[in-house]
């Protein structure tokens, strides 16, 4: 494929959607940069990156909205597949299970299961039909192995994962790869609210943070040549957490 890909980046202002978002325009991409919520960061960032040279855009929609989501990405489309996109939008709403409230729960399940689709089911058709394609879905560790707090988030991150093996076995045959990436304790604000110094030296056997730039790489790396043998596969970057 040529070098110069058009990626879609959801969730693409917070800071691990930030650090992809800057990583595939650097390897020369054309990035779209979604927002929601932050459409003021996605448009800076973007500003930012057009100005060391680079092809970036910014663009707001729901991802829980169906009918947001097809119109915004019809647009997109009308220019041609996206080839890359990396399902990063999620949010948290961190709450023991006894006094979590039906909002709660549906609101974080809305924006990563729904999401997952509303942005992926459009994009698929024009991929398969170009045979080529990279999806990477940004779970979590939280999918894998759960967390105390967590039943909401670590539900919508676990479905992400089944959904990420299944359709990687349906686009195989059409040159598309479909993978997940589940970062453990990365170095965000949400993390430093969440988790101090001492907690992560004892939970953690690399003794540290990942940073989102690290995240931003192992995504790079999926989406390369270099990978083109490898789907269905849900990756942790963790620091050897088991």
């Known amino acids: 494929m040529s070098s110069l890909l058009r990626a879609l980046v959801t969730g693409g202002s917070g800071e691990i959607g ?39 855009r910014n663009i707001t929609f729901d991802v829980t909205s169906e009918a947001d989501s097809r119109a915004k990405l019809d647009q997109l489309l009308a ?62 560790l939280s999918g894998m192995i759960g967390n105390r707090g967590q039943v909401n988030y670590s539900a919508a991150k676990g479905a992400l994962n089944a959904a990420t093996r299944s359709l990687s076995m349906e686009v195989a045959s059409r ?32 003794k540290r943070a990942g940073t989102p730039q690290e995240v931003a790489d192992l995504v790079a790396f999926l989406i390369s040549d270099q990978a083109s043998y490898i789907t269905g596969q849900i990756i942790s970057i963790n620091g050897g957490i088991a």
């Open 175 to 206: 040159g598309i790869t479909v993978n997940a990436v589940a970062p453990g304790i990365i170095a965000t604000q949400l993390t430093e609210k969440s988790f101090s110094a001492a907690e992560i030296l004892r939970l953690v056997p690399m």
């Open 18 to 56: 930030s650090a992809i978002s800057r990583r595939l325009s650097m390897d020369g991409h054309e990035v779209y940069i979604h927002a929601h919520q932050n459409a003021a960061g996605a448009r800076a960032l973007a500003e930012e990156l057009c100005g060391l040279g680079h092809r970036a």
């Open 79 to 140: 220019d041609g597949p996206i080839q890359i996109l990396v399902n990063n939008a999620g949010i948290h709403e961190d709450v023991v299970f006894p006094g979590m409230t039906a909002a709660q729960w549906h609101r974080v399940m809305a924006v990563t299961t729904d999401g997952f689709f509303n942005v992926t089911q459009p994009l698929i058709m024009p991929m398969i039909r170009a045979r080529w394609g990279r999806i990477v879905n940004i779970s979590s």
